[in-house]
């Protein structure tokens, strides 16, 4: 079983930033990959950012070049930095683990964008 709680979310004006981390309750080491999914209003949860064990990422078109996905195993967590945020970043941001094919997820944490 694994625990994910995610922080770090908030309001904040258009071009600014936020960094969410997520903190595992056991060693993420060895998770095949770790990756922050969104959901706004009235739309489907979407993939936001992933990281593998080996450090590969991988970015939805729409926030390549403003977010940024790491990982620190030694801290069991893992962040999202966020620049140049836009309304429509604003939702439920979550954090997902995938642990020998077995997908937990946290409880979610709120990002909300003014124009």
């Known amino acids: 079983q694994v625990q994910l709680v995610e922080s770090g979310g908030g309001l904040v004006q258009a071009g600014g930033s936020l960094r969410l981390s997520c903190v595992a309750s056991r060693s993420i080491f060895r998770f095949n990959a770790m990756g922050w999914y969104r959901q706004a209003p009235g739309k489907q949860r979407e993939l936001v950012a992933s990281?593998?064990?080996?450090?590969?990422?991988n970015y939805a078109d729409s926030v390549k070049g403003r977010f940024s996905i790491s990982r620190d195993n030694a801290k069991n967590t893992v962040y999202l930095q966020m620049n140049s945020l836009k309304p429509e970043d604003t939702a439920i941001y979550y954090c997902?683990?995938?642990?020998?094919?077995?997908?937990?997820w946290g409880q979610g944490t709120q990002v909300t964008v003014s124009s």
């Open positions: 990281i593998t064990s080996g450090g590969s990422t």
């Open positions: 997902n683990a995938d642990y020998y094919a077995n997908y937990y």
